[in-house]
C-alpha cells in the first residue's frame, strides 16, 4: 500500500469558461471532460506533461478573493526547465499575465503569476548542476 503520485489537482474558480480560456491560452491546458451536479460545474483537463487539473464553479461561492494566507492551497507549482523560464516571461508579458520576474536563489528557480482568479501559480525548475 502506498501513494503512488497526483491523480489530479482541482482549483475552485469563479468563472469557468473564462478559466478554461485563460488555463488553455496560457499553460496549454487540453480540456478533456465537462460536467456538473448539484450547484457544481467543472472541466476536467489535461496540462502538456499529462498532469490532470480541474477547474470548478460553485453556483454558491464565496468569490471571495485567493489569500495564499487562509487554509487551503498556497500555490500551485508547474515543472519546467531553467532554460525555458526566460521563454515564459516574454509570453505571459504578450498574454498580459500579472507574473514577478524569475528569482534564483539555491533551492532553484521561480516564476509566480496568477490567474484570473488571483489564484498563486508558479513554475518551478530545480537547481543547475553547476550551482
Known sequence: MGLQGIAHIGITVT??????????QVVG?????????EGVSF??????????LGLRQYEDGS???????RTGLDHLAFA???SELPDWERRFSELGVTF??????????FLNFKDPDGIALELYAP?????
Open 63 to 69: 468569490g471571495d478573493a485567493f489569500d495564499f494566507r
Open 15 to 24: 468563472d469557468l469558461s473564462r478559466s478554461k480560456e485563460w488555463y488553455s
Open 29 to 37: 491546458w487540453k480540456p478533456e471532460m465537462d460536467g456538473g451536479g
Open 80 to 82: 519546467v526547465q531553467s
Open 100 to 109: 514577478t520576474p524569475t528569482h534564483h536563489d539555491p533551492f532553484g528557480h
Open 43 to 52: 472541466s476536467l483537463g489535461a496540462l502538456p506533461s499529462g498532469q490532470l
Open 127 to 131: 537547481p543547475d548542476e553547476s550551482e
